[in-house]
């Protein structure tokens, strides 16, 4: 145990002055921040934007990286989101800036087209379909005229399966009408 923890920090042979590269990002060690890993080390950008906030990032909060450079943690470069579904929203938003120069416009991945991101299906919160109505329409239509054979064999099971409560319904519905009829012979007497 005690090996473990000498071979850690600045006893490491890795040992980089407390700052690591992974992924494109910086950590710098910081072992008592709560957002620490296992080996003590925090993303430079969570410090950074912590400075300017003025405390600890509040859970599930994101940083983001306006220019895309991931190791640029200069103050002005960082954004703070306040979940990932925010995070992600923007992402979107800037590939559609750096594509079209505008922000409403989404990315269709089957037509590859840029269409009005309102008219995209909801799918929760912020987050919508990858593909556009048109492209959704089209595969739900061809999808069913594929599938016509497999469709049928559905039904037809769901009748054998419901058999009971489809002839008690047509049962219930002939004795209705029949009461219906009576009723209305006897107005009309
Ligand atoms: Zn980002
Ligand atoms: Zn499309």
């Known amino acids: ?14 040992w980089r002055g407390g700052r690591q590269a992974c992924k494109g990002y910086i950590r710098i060690l910081a072992p008592d921040h709560p957002r620490a890993n296992r080996r003590g080390y925090v993303f ?3 410090i950074v934007a912590e400075e300017a906030l ?15 450079v991931k190791s640029d943690n200069r ?6 989101c306040q979940d990932n579904a925010y995070h992600t929203h923007l992402h ?5 800036f750096r594509a079209t120069g505008r922000t409403d416009l989404r990315h269709c991945c089957t037509c590859k087209e840029w269409k009005p991101l309102g008219s995209y299906r909801k799918i929760s919160g912020q987050e919508r379909d990858h593909h556009c ?28 399966k419901h058999r009971n409560q489809i002839s008690q319904l047509r049962l219930f519905l002939a004795a209705l009408s029949l009461l219906l009829s009576s009723l209305k012979s006897r107005i009309k007497s």
């Open 133 to 160: 109505p048109t492209c959704r329409a089209i595969a739900r239509k061809e999808w069913r005229l594929k599938n016509v054979d497999y469709l049928k064999i559905l039904k037809r099971e769901w009748k054998r």
């Open 75 to 80: 103050k002005n470069n960082l954004v703070i």
């Open 54 to 68: 003025g405390r600890f990032l509040p859970r599930g909060h994101v940083v983001h990286h306006i220019n895309g």
């Open 44 to 46: 430079e950008h969570v």
């Open 1 to 14: 145990m005690s090996n473990i923890r000498n071979t850690k920090g600045a006893n490491s042979p890795n």
């Open 92 to 96: 979107t938003r800037q590939k559609a």
